[in-house]
C-alpha cells in the first residue's frame, strides 16, 4: 500500500521516525517506497546527520544508494532519524527527537538508524536503508523486530555517506519482509567509480548456496538477559529443525573486538568531523567577528552533541603520536586478528550464529541513567562482523514477557550474501513473526 504525506506525518508524529517525510509523498504512483537514513544525502531534502551543526545543509547529489533506488522505479518518501553521525546505541542522541518502538513507544528503537528500524517495522511492505557501522542496523533490527541486512563492506557503494567510521560504514537493508531484502540489494551493489573502496565482486544473485551448519560461540550467551538466552536457545532448535548442524564452539578473542572498533571509529571520526566547523557544510551562523580559531571553537561548541564531542576527544587523544601505537595501530591489528578468526570458523561451517543484541529493547528512562562505557556494551555482539567487514543479518527470533522483540544474528563469509538471503527467506516461512499494533 502506498503510504501519502498525511499517512506518513500522521505515524511520524506517533512514532518520530523520519527527520523529514517528503512533500508529495505518495503522488508520484511509484513502483515502491523506501527511506534513507539521515546520514545518506538526498538531493530534494535536507540531510543533517542528527546533528545540528548540519542543520540547513541541502546536498547537491543522491547517495549512491539512494540514486540505484530510485532509478529501479523507488520513490524517497523519508529520511529516518538516527544518532548524531551514528554515534549511540538506542537512537538517543539525535538533536531532533528520539524515535519510540512501535512495540511499545516507551522503549527504544536501537541505534544508530532507529528511525529506519522503526519505519520498516511500522510500515506493511516497507524498506529502509541504514548505514552500518558497530550494528546500527542489525540492533534496532533486533529493537523492532524486523530483518536488517549489513552487506560485505565495499558491496554497496559509500558515495553520499557523512561518514562515522570510515574503514567500517556500510550501508544496509531492513524491512519486515526478507523478501525485500533479496530484491533491493542487487540493486544497491556493485562498483562505483566514485567510490574507490567499492569492489568488483560478482553478486551472489538470484541465491547462494544454503546455509548447511553454524558455528555458535559459547561466549557470545554469556552476559544475555535470560529473555534473550532462552529466545535464542529455541532458535537453536529451530535451525536444527531445518535440517542445519549446530555446533558450539569457543572463540574467546572475539571480545577485542569491540574496544578495537570503538577505538578505530572514534579515530576516524574525529578526522572526518574536522571539516564541521560553521562555515563549508550546513550552520553558517556564527559570529564572524571572531578570530579564525575562536569562531570554529564557537560552533562546534554550541552545534555539536555530547557524544559526538565525547567522540572527537577520544579519537583525537588515540591518535596523538604518545598514543597511536598503543591503540589506533593495535586496533588495526585486531581488525586483522578478528577476520582470521571468522576465516578459520568459515573453514569448517559455513556461519556464525550468535544473539543480536544481550538484551531487548530497553525503557528510555533506563538509558537516561547509563554510563556510557555501559551504553558501547549493547554493541559487543555486533562489533566483530562490522570489524572484519563480513556480511551478516538479523533476523526476529522471539519475544520476552513484555512482548519485545529479540534478534538472532547470521554471518557469513566475505560475499556471501547469497547464503543469508537465502536462509532469510527460510526463516521467514519458518519462524512466526509478530508485527507491532500500528493505529491508522
Known sequence: MMQTHESLSRLNGRYSMFRIVADG?????????????????????????????????RPVFDAAAIERLRAAGGELVGKDNMDEFGF?????????????????????????????????AAIDGHVSLGVSTNGSVCRPASFCGVYGLVPTYGRVSR????????????????????????????????????????SAQPGPWPSGKRIGSVAVPEESLEGVSKGVLSAFESSLEAVRGMGVDVEMVSMPSMRYALPALEALISAEASTFLASFVGMRYGRQD????????????????????????????????????????????????????????????????????????????????EIKGMPPVEEYGAGRLTAPPCLAG???????????RDGMPMGMQVVTDHWNEGALLAFAEEWGSAFDARRPEVPP
Open 88 to 120: 549511540g546505541s538506542f537512537c538517543t542522541n539525535s538533536a531532533f527527537g528520539v524515535p519510540r518502538n512501535p512495540f511499545d513507544p516507551e522503549r527504544s528503537c536501537g541505534g544508530a538508524c532507529g528511525g529506519s528500524a522503526c519505519a520498516a
Open 286 to 365: 556564527g559570529d564572524l567577528a571572531l578570530k579564525f580559531d575562536d569562531y570554529f571553537t564557537s560552533m562546534r561548541t554550541r552545534f555539536f552533541g555530547d557524544e559526538a564531542k565525547r567522540r572527537i576527544i577520544l579519537g583525537t587523544y588515540s591518535r596523538t603520536a604518545a598514543c597511536r601505537d598503543r591503540y589506533y595501530v593495535k586496533s588495526l591489528k585486531a581488525r586483522l586478528h578478528v577476520v582470521s578468526l571468522y576465516k578459520g570458523a568459515f573453514a569448517d561451517h559455513d556461519a556464525v550464529l550468535t544473539p543480536t543484541a544481550p538484551f531487548a529493547a530497553p525503557r528510555l528512562d
Open 159 to 198: 558515495h553520499g555517506v557523512i561518514d562515522c567510521g570510515g574503514s567500517a560504514d556500510t550501508v544496509g537493508l531492513l524491512s519486515a519482509d526478507p523478501g525485500r531484502l533479496s530484491e533491493m540489494l542487487p540493486v544497491i551493489s556493485g562498483r562505483d567509480p566514485r567510490d574507490p573502496t567499492t
Open 390 to 400: 563480513v556480511p551478516h543479518l538479523s533476523v526476529p527470533c522471539g519475544y520476552d
Open 25 to 57: 509523498a505518495g503522488a508520484g504512483g511509484s513502483g515502491f517506497q523506501f527511506s534513507a537514513a539521515d546520514s545518506l544525502t538526498s538531493k530534494d531534502m535536507e540531510t543533517a546527520c542528527g546533528s545540528r551543526i548540519l542543520e540547513g545543509y
